[in-house]
Nanobody, 124 residues
Framework: QVQLVESGGGLVQAGGSLRLSCTAS????????MGWFRQAPGKEREFVAA????????DYRDSVKGRFNISRDNARNTVYLQMNSLKPEDTGVYYC?????????????????WGQGTQVTVSS
């Protein structure tokens, strides 16, 4: 019922910036929480940021606070992840996810729909 498509990934030098976009289609009005997760080789998928779509309340993992910003444009059914001061440790596949109910923001299993992922590589 909800389709998510990420874009904006790529290769960037350490200290640079990148903006990811996630565009939703289908029953977009049913999405209560939008989140970004990432997965590096050999590691479990980890929470990056989330936003409560209706009011704009946000949450971030500690390592990206002050560097990343999640925002949404409800009229365009799009959620963004602005990533600044990127570090090699930020490298991974970034996934957009949507949660239909009020669940825990940082737990992947709470999300109902996922995008295909977009690769972010930060070089030194």
């Amino acid at each position: 019922q909800v389709q998510l498509v990420e874009s904006g990934g790529g290769l960037v030098q350490a200290g640079g910036s990148l903006r990811l976009s996630c565009t939703a289609s289908g029953r977009t009005y049913s999405t209560y929480i939008m989140g970004w997760f990432r997965q590096a080789p050999g590691k479990e998928r980890e929470f990056v940021a989330a936003i409560i779509r209706s009011v704009g309340t946000t949450d971030y993992r500690d390592s990206v606070k002050g560097r990343f910003n999640i925002s949404r444009d409800n009229a365009r059914n799009t959620v963004y992840l602005q990533m600044n001061s990127l570090k090699p440790e930020d490298t991974g596949v970034y996934y957009c996810a949507a949660q239909l109910s009020i669940g825990r923001l940082r737990i992947p299993s709470e999300y109902d729909y996922w995008g295909q992922g977009t690769q972010v590589t930060v070089s030194s």
